[in-house]
T-cell receptor
Framework: DTGVSQDPRHKITKRGQNVTFRCDPI?????LYWYRQTLGQGPEFLTY????????KSRLLSDRFSAERPKGSFSTLEIQRTEQGDSAMYLC??????????????FGPGTRLLVL | GENVEQHPSTLSVQEGDSAVIKCTYS??????FPWYKQELGKGPQLIID?????GEKKDQRIAVTLNKTAKHFSLHITETQPEDSAVYFC????????????FGRGTSLIVHP
């Protein structure tokens, strides 16, 4: 069990560019969540997957954001036409919905995005 | 939706003292309450959690208490050490469904040697 991993750890981009982040959950965890965290705030939910199905999206997830989990393992989060307001830490978490500890989520180290 | 308030926003203690962080929640349907520790530049790390069928849970120097009637829960850290310095987040969620937690705004704990 190597934990949740995210790549890249840091990303600097110019406004208007597209960026893509990757998350690899704990192996065999069927749920995967994406969050955004800004300075001085707790993580805010963006979207989550059960296996390959995207089951819920937050109002925070504008149409410039898209997430996929094509094979039910790793997931990608893409932001198109980035804006300075997108600058934040993007966190991924995973859990096993089939266990009695189904609510327990384990977070990755995050990807810090800076939009210039 | 759920609303979680967390206090204090900053807590400064001397090494060896106890630290207490308090959270309140608004949705009586919430029944799972995790606490996370986040060090600078890292993701949140689960340190302890409690479900609504118990009132208290302890793990070495860390304990969490839950008062369902008052809708508040607290994190207690005893014999604090400098390595306990971090930002601590409480959260609340419901079993049965998405289990999406609502987080508090965090408490920055500083333990002075």
């Amino acid at each position: 069990d190597t934990g949740v991993s995210q790549d890249p750890r840091h990303k600097i981009t110019k406004r208007g560019q597209n960026v893509t982040f990757r998350c690899d959950p704990i192996s065999e965890h069927n749920r995967l969540y994406w969050y955004r965290q800004t300075l001085g705030q707790g993580p805010e939910f963006l979207t989550y997957f059960q296996n390959e199905a995207q089951l819920e999206k937050s109002r925070l997830l504008s149409d410039r954001f898209s997430a996929e989990r094509p094979k039910g393992s790793f997931s990608t989060l893409e932001i198109q036409r980035t804006e300075q307001g997108d600058s934040a830490m993007y966190l991924c978490a995973s859990s096993d919905a089939d266990r009695t500890t189904k609510e327990t989520q384990y977070f990755g180290p995050g990807t810090r995005l800076l939009v210039l | 939706g759920e609303n979680v308030e967390q206090h204090p926003s900053t807590l400064s203690v001397q090494e060896g003292d106890s630290a207490v962080i308090k959270c309140t929640y608004s949705d009586s349907a919430s029944n799972y309450f995790p606490w996370y520790k986040q060090e600078l530049g890292k993701g949140p790390q689960l340190i302890i959690d409690i479900r609504s069928n118990v009132g208290e849970k302890k793990d070495q120097r860390i304990a969490v208490t839950l008062n369902k009637t008052a809708k508040h829960f607290s994190l207690h850290i005893t014999e604090t050490q400098p390595e306990d310095s971090a930002v601590y987040f409480c959260a609340a969620s419901q079993s049965g469904g998405s289990y999406i937690p609502t987080f508090g705004r965090g408490t920055s704990l500083i333990v002075h040697p």
